[in-house]
């Protein structure tokens, strides 16, 4: 039977939990369609050792409850995945959003019915409903990707992907264990259970400059004065280009003498999380010779705490510094001085193949017991592709999408009208805490559902002119960056199918931007939308 909601939300995660509180608010019956056994998203498939914010705890969090802000207590500076989970759980029970979330449902359809200007969806375990808006709060790292490897399937041992762990722990003590990655995920993994494993093999494709997050306990006056500064916080967030806490030096790099330099970068260094990455000089983004230097800072770390030279200068990144995420490490570079722990770098010895056994490179087999796959996403565009959605004309996103995304604001695709997307292709995502972009977005998305009733409008559709605009705008944002040079980052879909590879999926304009703009947007009767 299908059944009838004023608005259905596509993924129970931080972005879903939101939207579904916000609708609520507003009168609307709403129904979270929920892909995972339970809710959480990105922190309930994400539940590998050593996983955790990158972001401070207290600017990760919720900022629309200062009840929630004085009941929740943060135990770390960089909180692990089950403390974050519990949060999540924490939320949903107290604004009781349970009762309207289907979890192990996850939606494979998603179909516009034009004569009645309303939506179906229908999940693979046979629900189907239907309903006025709808919103996919489907996150932008969700789709995990295995490598194409010849073999993956063939392994006899126990094969893991780090987006899909186990809830049970898993036993690494005298096991050979290899892992294929060396992102923010891999580095938080391979620091975590290194001690543990018998033998362990990191594949290394490419090295990432990490910078040491330094987390530790919140100590109890902390935990006082962060409540009451919570707000300041988000405020804070907000005014960075990266919705970070960072707030970086207004200075180019170059104009500060080299002394001021050095004791800032190791100032930065010793604060942890991403300050050195976000909270560096103005230019940091911009300057080669800037970034350049703070790679051999950090090149110079390395070698210091790597004890193989040789492993030293494999660990040591070839990319400019800051174009891609930096993982937070603690004892990353250490771990490859233990004797079970050894790196083998791809760019020197291929992988051929996973066999029944292990992993085959060029060179060599290494016989495991266990291969972790840390190997990313097919970001931003994945999970909206992976469903099919098919608006106007019976029109699919795979169509409209067949020479790469193209949205307005990163929010609404034409043709589509009354969908919406939460941290789709085009936001500021990486240049963004996640929340506080997603609270951007989920707001101004009930506000325009809000707006639409009050005035009586049936639907909303982006129109082709304002979703090109932004899609160019988007491609323009990049220019000048040094990460418009990084092509084989996520950032521009590296291991995405062909039609989305090598586009800019982003907004690199920075968060104050962004929200000025969608508020300029809605302030000019929402220009650049058609309301119907
Ligand atoms: P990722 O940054 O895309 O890294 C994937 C890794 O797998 C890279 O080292 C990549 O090597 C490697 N890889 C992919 N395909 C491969 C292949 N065929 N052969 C060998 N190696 C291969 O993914 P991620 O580490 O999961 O991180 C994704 C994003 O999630 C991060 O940028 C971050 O924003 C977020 N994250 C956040 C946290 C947190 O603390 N909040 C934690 C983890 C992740 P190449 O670089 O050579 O492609």
């Not at 516009?112 to 189907?128: C, F, M, P, Q, S």
């Not at 260094?269 to 230019?283: E, K, M, Q």
């Not at 999408?401 to 043709?415: E, K, M, V, Y």
């Not at 291991?495 to 703009?517: H, S």
Request: with cysteine; charged share 25%; hydrophobic share 35%.
């Amino acid at each position: 039977m299908t059944q009838n909601y004023d608005a259905i939300v596509i993924g129970a995660g931080v972005s879903g939990l939101y939207t579904l509180y916000k609708l609520r608010k507003l009168g609307l019956t709403v129904r979270v369609f929920e892909a995972g056994g339970d809710i959480g998203g990105t922190w309930y498939w994400n539940r590998y050792p050593g996983a955790r914010f990158d972001s401070e705890s207290y600017s990760y969090q919720y900022s629309f409850s200062q009840e929630l802000i004085d009941e929740w207590n943060w135990s770390e500076h960089f909180s692990a995945q089950p403390e974050i989970e519990r949060y999540l759980h924490f939320v949903a029970d107290k604004f009781d959003l349970r009762r309207d979330i289907e979890c192990n449902a996850r939606v494979a359809a998603v179909t516009y019915d034009e004569n009645e200007k309303r939506w179906e969806i229908a999940t693979h375990n046979g629900l189907r409903a239907r309903a006025r808006y709808v919103i996919c709060a489907t996150g932008l790292l969700s789709a995990h990707q295995y490598p194409d490897y010849e073999g993956v399937a063939d392994f006899a041992g126990l094969s893991l992907h780090t987006a899909r762990w186990p809830k049970d722990p898993v036993d690494f003590r005298g096991k050979r264990v290899g892992i294929i990655g060396t992102g923010p995920t891999a580095v938080q993994i391979i620091q975590t259970i290194a001690p543990d494993c018998g033998r362990l093999t990191v594949f290394q494709r490419t090295a990432n400059w990490c910078t040491p997050l330094r987390n530790r306990p919140i100590t109890a006056e902390e935990q006082q004065a962060l409540k009451e500064k919570a707000h300041e916080i988000f405020a804070q967030c907000k005014r960075n280009w990266a919705g970070f806490i960072h707030e970086p030096d207004p200075r180019r790099a170059m104009d500060v003498p080299k002394a001021e330099r050095m004791a800032r970068y190791q100032m930065l260094y010793d604060r942890g999380g991403f300050a050195l990455w976000l909270g560096n000089f103005s230019d940091s983004f911009m300057s080669r010779e800037a970034a350049d230097e703070v790679a051999e800072f950090l090149a110079a770390k390395i070698r210091e705490r790597v004890a193989d030279p040789e492993t030293a200068e494999k660990l040591i990144p070839k990319h400019p510094f800051g174009t891609k995420r930096c993982p937070g490490e603690k004892n990353y570079y250490e771990t490859f001085n233990l004797p079970n722990v050894r790196l083998v770098d791809l760019r020197e010895t291929p992988i051929k193949k996973i066999s029944r056994t292990g992993i085959e490179t060029t060179n060599e087999l290494h016989e495991l017991d266990v291969i972790i796959y840390a190997t990313g996403f097919h970001s931003l565009t994945g999970e909206l592709l992976r469903m099919d959605i098919r608006g106007e004309h019976g029109r699919s996103l795979q169509e409209h999408w067949a020479d790469g995304p193209r949205t307005n604001l990163g929010i609404q695709f034409s043709g589509f009208p009354n969908l919406w997307a939460i941290m789709g292709p085009h936001n500021p995502a990486v240049f963004c805490n996640i929340p506080r972009c997603a609270e951007t977005n989920v707001e101004w998305i009930v506000d325009c559902i809000r707006y639409m009733r009050e005035k009586g409008f049936e639907t909303m559709a982006t129109t082709p002119e304002a979703e090109d605009a932004w899609t160019r705008r988007c491609y323009e944002s990049v220019k000048g960056l040094l990460i418009d040079d990084m092509r084989d980052s996520w950032f521009f879909g590296s291991t995405n199918p062909e039609n989305v590879r090598g586009r800019f999926l982003l907004f690199a304009g920075g968060v104050p931007l962004y929200r000025e703009i969608f508020a300029n947007v809605a302030a000019n009767g929402y220009e650049g939308f058609e309301l119907r």
